[in-house]
């Protein structure tokens, strides 16, 4: 019964693959948008990721007082 059902409604719910030219040139338009978003927080927040990788330097002169 199920399958009969499915079968029945198989072509009304089929979506229409169809892309306009407006919708690509969104898409396009989408991805140059999260490109630049990205690069303008990496910008912002670039003082604390340099951090993450590079050590401060009180770490290194207190590492050459004991004698590490």
Same mark, same amino acid.
């Given at each position: 019964?199920?399958?009969?059902?499915?079968? +029945?409604?198989?072509?009304?719910?089929?979506?229409?693959?169809? !892309?306009?030219?407006? %919708? #690509? /040139?969104?898409?396009?338009?989408?991805?140059?948008?999260?490109?630049?978003?990205?690069?303008? +927080?990496?910008?912002?927040?670039?003082?604390?990721?340099?951090? !993450?990788?590079?050590? %401060? #330097? /009180?770490?290194?002169?207190?590492?050459?007082?004991?004698?590490?």
């Amino acid at each position: 019964m199920y399958i009969q059902v499915v079968a +029945l409604l198989s072509p009304i719910l089929r979506p229409q693959a169809y !892309l306009d030219p407006g %919708s #690509g /040139s969104f898409l396009v338009q989408l991805l140059i948008a999260a490109v630049v978003g990205a690069g303008f +927080l990496i910008k912002a927040y670039w003082k604390k990721i340099k951090s !993450l990788f590079t050590r %401060s #330097g /009180s770490k290194k002169e207190n590492g050459k007082e004991s004698g590490q």
